[in-house]
Structure formats: structure tokens, C-alpha cells
């Protein structure tokens, strides 16, 4: 982008890029401050393209949230159900197994695993589920439990954190989901999850993830009551981190959804924020490969567009995808987007269209066969 074309503010912005350097945090808050998101979205576009050139990945998954037990009351979430309440549920390994089978016959070969943090479970539980999962489906790759389920395991089974991950990479885990991070900075997270896993304990936990050789994702969870200084303090802390274990394959910021939450009385991010977050997202963590726009919350629209904003993965094909997904589903989106249909948004952005594995691997399917 011609140097004339940008707002004063950001030309130093511009030029910090081109030589590869690092954004500061003040930098990081006048890219969430300027008002023109145009050019934010342009100087993001330019490292996305730079990084993964027109490249947009999306995946065939299934999500499994095996119960919505929690006892960690995060004042965001409208999934969680106290252990006695009538809409409280738990999954079997039986019956888990049986849901993979049908993802699994439906081609998707991911799993990610999330659920509520359940006060009684015992490790066998977590680590049962791996293991048949692997024995049924050896080539499901199980992206499994977050930071903070892997924090509470420990706690609740009274177990070291090497003894929790050690177990479940012996059980068949692959990768970790990116959830839980939510605001790292004090003290807007306990403002929002005051019981839950401390931004700290987050990010020690993914060192250690990652240092045992299993990558991670991270997430944000934005348009609440954060703050830009928020957003950017926790970007650079993902960045820090990044940069000692090289252990996030992907970054997603998550747009609030207010609707059934204790936090309901609040409008949750325009679309222009969603972009914006994207974009200043994308020119704060250079190293992190990729950032997603994960479609089910920002509708399928805005995830298009954000493809020209810094993204370059949409996340999957997903079918039904659990009651999780349901709690924070954008307004008139079903959780259905076939594979034409998602090969067609990426088209229409400009981009092409690839199908991954987890690991950002390209898959070849069979062509489908000629009907005629
Ligand atoms: O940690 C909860 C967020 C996360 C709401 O790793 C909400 O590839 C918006 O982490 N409005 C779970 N967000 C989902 C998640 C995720 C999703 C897709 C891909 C990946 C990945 C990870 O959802 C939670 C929380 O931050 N969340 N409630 C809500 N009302």
C-alpha cells in the first residue's frame, strides 16, 4: 500500500511491518483506536498475504461437547448448567463413540473436544474417552480439553500437570482447542470468570502443553466488557509465549454473543469491531501462522469479508454441532455450511479454497464419482 493512502497514525505502523518488527503495545491500542478500518484491514491483508498468500483453509469437523456440568459460573457463557439442574447433561464414552461413528461416516476427521468442568469426574473419564476414541478411529486426530480443563483435571483428580498431559498424549490426545484464554489481563478477567483458571495458569499450562510437543490454539473471547488496552495486552502475552515454544498453529478471536448469558443486557460487537479485531489481530501476532474467523459466531458475511481482513481459515463444515455451539451461534445462522458452500464464500472473497487437517496439511479427497 502506497505510504500517501494511510493516516498519519499509521504510516510508522506500515513502515514497522515492512521491516518485520514487532508492533508495540501503544501501536497495538491506535490500530483498535483509528477509524479507518479500511486501511487497518489493508495493512492486515498485506501480512496475511504475505504469510499464507490466497490461501483459505477450512477443515471437515465435528464438535463434542460431552457435558455441560460446570462449576466455573463465567458470567459470558450460556452452555453451562449446574450438576443437579433439569438440562444438565453428561455423555457416556459409549456414547460419545457413537457420535464420532456418525462424524466419522460423514467424513470428518477431526474431533474437538470440549466440555463444562465437572466437579466429580475422574481421570479415567478423560482419558477413557482418548482411548476409545483411537481404538475406533485411529486416524481421528482429537484435539481435546483446554488449558483450563486440563487445570482443573488436575485439581479435582489431585494430579501434577505433567501427570494430566502425560496421560492424555498416552491416551491418544493430538492438539488442544484454543478456548479458555477469554481476557488474559487482570482485572477484566475476574470480572467476567472470576472461578476460572487465572490468565497466568493459562498460558504456564500451554508452555507446558507445548514443550510436551503438542501444539494449541488460542482464542479471545472480544465485545463484552473488555477494553482495547485488554485486547492488546493479551495478543502481545500470546505473542511472548509464541515466541519462547512456537506452540500456537492458530489464533481466534471470539465475538461475544450476549443472548442467554449473565451478561445479556449488553450488544456484543458490531461487525465492524469483528473486523477490526481480526485485522489488529493478524498485525499483532506475525507469528502465529494463521488466525481464524470462525463463522459460526460471526456469521458467514462477516467471516467472508474478514477473509480480506487478516483471516485465512473459516474453521469447518460443521454438522450439528453440539448444544456449546448452539449457546453462541449467530443470529440467523444454522451450524450447517456444506462443502460447496463453503468452497463458494472463499471464492467470492478472492481466495482459494483448501482443505486441512488440523495441522494445516493439505488434504486430497477422492473426486466424487461422475454421476451421470
Ligand atoms: O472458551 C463461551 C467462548 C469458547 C460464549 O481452537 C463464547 O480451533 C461467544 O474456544 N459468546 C469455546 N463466545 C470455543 C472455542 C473455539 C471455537 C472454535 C474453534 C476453536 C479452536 C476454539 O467459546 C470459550 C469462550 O471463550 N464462549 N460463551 C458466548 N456467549
Known amino acids: 500500500m502506497k505510504e500517501e493512502r494511510l493516516p498519519q497514525e ?9 521491516a518485520g518488527e514487532p508492533l508495540t503495545f501503544d501501536e497495538g491500542v491506535a490500530l483498535f483506536k483509528s477509524d479507518d478500518l479500511l486501511a487497518v484491514g489493508a495493512l492486515a491483508n498485506r501480512v496475511r498475504e504475505r504469510i499464507n498468500g490466497d490461501i483459505t483453509y477450512f477443515n471437515v469437523n465435528r464438535h463434542m461437547n460431552y457435558t455441560n456440568v460446570c462449576v ?40 474437538h473436544i470440549v ?12 482419558t477413557g474417552l482418548l482411548k ?6 485411529p486416524d481421528m486426530h482429537l484435539k481435546a480439553f483446554t488449558m483450563v480443563e486440563i487445570d482443573h483435571i488436575g485439581r479435582t483428580c489431585r494430579l501434577s500437570d505433567e ?8 491416551a491418544g490426545l493430538d492438539s488442544c482447542p484454543g478456548g479458555g484464554a477469554e481476557i488474559l489481563r487482570e482485572p477484566t478477567r475476574s470480572k467476567i470468570c472470576a472461578h476460572k483458571t487465572s490468565g497466568q495458569r493459562w498460558l504456564e ?17 472480544y465485545g463484552h466488557i473488555e477494553s482495547y488496552e485488554d485486547r492488546v495486552d493479551h495478543l502481545i502475552q500470546l505473542r511472548d509465549l509464541q515466541s519462547r515454544t512456537d506452540g500456537f498453529r492458530c489464533f481466534i478471536p471470539l465475538a461475544f454473543h450476549p443472548k442467554g448469558t449473565a451478561l445479556a443486557d449488553l450488544p456484543g460487537p458490531s461487525g465492524i469491531d469483528s473486523l477490526k479485531t481480526i485485522a489488529v489481530s493478524r498485525l499483532m501476532l506475525p507469528n502465529i501462522p494463521h488466525i481464524k474467523a470462525y463463522w459460526v459466531m460471526l456469521g458467514k458475511q462477516i467471516a467472508q469479508v474478514a477473509l480480506r481482513f487478516g483471516a485465512d481459515d473459516l474453521d469447518g463444515t460443521i454438522n450439528d454441532g453440539g448444544s456449546l455451539m448452539e449457546s453462541y451461534l449467530a443470529e440467523g445462522n444454522d451450524n450447517q455450511l456444506t462443502r460447496p458452500e463453503i468452497e463458494d464464500l472463499v471464492r467470492g472473497a478472492g481466495r482459494i479454497p483448501v482443505e486441512r487437517d488440523t ?14
Open 10 to 18: 499509521l504510516t510508522g505502523i506500515s513502515e514497522k511491518l515492512d
Open 359 to 372: 495441522l494445516y496439511g493439505a488434504i486430497q479427497r477422492e473426486p466424487a464419482p461422475l454421476v451421470v
Open 72 to 111: 466455573s459460573d463465567c458470567s459470558f457463557c450460556g452452555f453451562y448448567r449446574r450438576v443437579r439442574h433439569p438440562e444438565a447433561y453428561e455423555w457416556t464414552v459409549e456414547e460419545c463413540v457413537e457420535i464420532a461413528r456418525k462424524a466419522y461416516g460423514e467424513g470428518a476427521r477431526e474431533l
Open 163 to 170: 501427570e494430566v498431559i502425560s496421560g492424555l498424549i498416552e
Open 115 to 126: 466440555g463444562g468442568l465437572h466437579p466429580r469426574w475422574q481421570f479415567d473419564y478423560y
Open 205 to 221: 499450562l500451554s508452555r507446558k502443553v507445548h514443550n510436551a510437543g503438542i501444539p494449541t490454539n488460542a482464542t479471545m473471547l
Open 132 to 137: 476409545e476414541l483411537k481404538r475406533n478411529f
